[in-house]
């Protein structure tokens, strides 16, 4: 009883950061000086660069922010919905697009949209559905940032990109993947093009359970957690 009134307590934001802690040992850095590790005040889930002393506030997407590459999980549309759009993907580029500009304009002290940050998507209709949910936010910033599909980004790079694969049906995959093989080695060349867009971070945006009937996709979300 007493466990779960303790737990009544905490707030989703806590829960959240502290299920990070566990996993980004591997990829925490600062997103300040880019060299010194970033560690966590569970009290106040402040964390604090061991080398410059930068301060990063909790908020719903903090312990990302600290992560090289990270895969955030979404929810599949209805099946009488468009396998080429999914609101919850869309609503969390969104979030964490806020988040990245709040990042790089306080550490930083600038944002940049034609370098700074960059959404991927495979569909029109997901691009508009981002675009609208971005326009949203009331960050002037943000709406000039490039949210189009992979074949647009290449030859250009951004500091963080954002990749909301859109996979609603199981037969979507096949239209994803683009597969090759080199010295024996199947290569999947527009997720390659994907992943070598982003210079310092790259946030993956999916359904897992979808992701994971493709072994190159599921290899990547291992990736991710460990």
Do not use: H
Request: glycine share 4%; charged share 25%.
């Amino acid at each position: 009883m007493k466990k779960t009134k303790t737990m009544k307590r905490n707030t989703i934001l806590e829960a959240m950061t502290y299920a990070y802690i566990r996993r980004i040992k591997k990829w925490m850095f600062c997103p300040a000086c880019q060299n010194g590790k970033m560690t966590i005040n569970k009290k106040s889930t402040l964390w604090t660069c061991e080398e410059c002393g930068y301060k990063l506030s909790a908020d719903e997407f903090a312990a990302l922010l600290t992560r090289r590459v990270a895969f955030l999980p979404s929810v599949p549309e209805p099946p009488m919905q468009s396998a080429k759009m999914n609101r919850s993907e869309a609503k969390i580029v969104a979030g964490l697009a806020a988040a990245v500009y709040r990042q790089y304009t306080f550490a930083e002290g600038c944002f940049s949209a034609a370098s700074t940050l960059g959404v991927i998507t495979p569909y029109r209709s997901q691009i508009a559905l981002i675009k609208k949910e971005i326009e949203a936010l009331g960050i002037p910033a943000l709406n000039e940032i490039l949210v189009d599909t992979v074949e647009r980004f290449q030859g250009s790079e951004r500091d963080v990109i954002i990749y909301s694969f859109c996979v609603n049906r199981l037969s979507q995959l096949r239209f994803l993947a683009n597969l090759t093989e080199e010295n024996g080695i199947r290569i999947d060349r527009k997720l390659n093009v994907a992943l070598t867009r982003a210079r310092k971070q790259m946030f993956i945006i999916g359904v897992r359970q979808l992701l994971e009937q493709n072994p190159i996709y599921a290899q990547l979300l291992k990736s991710c957690d460990s």
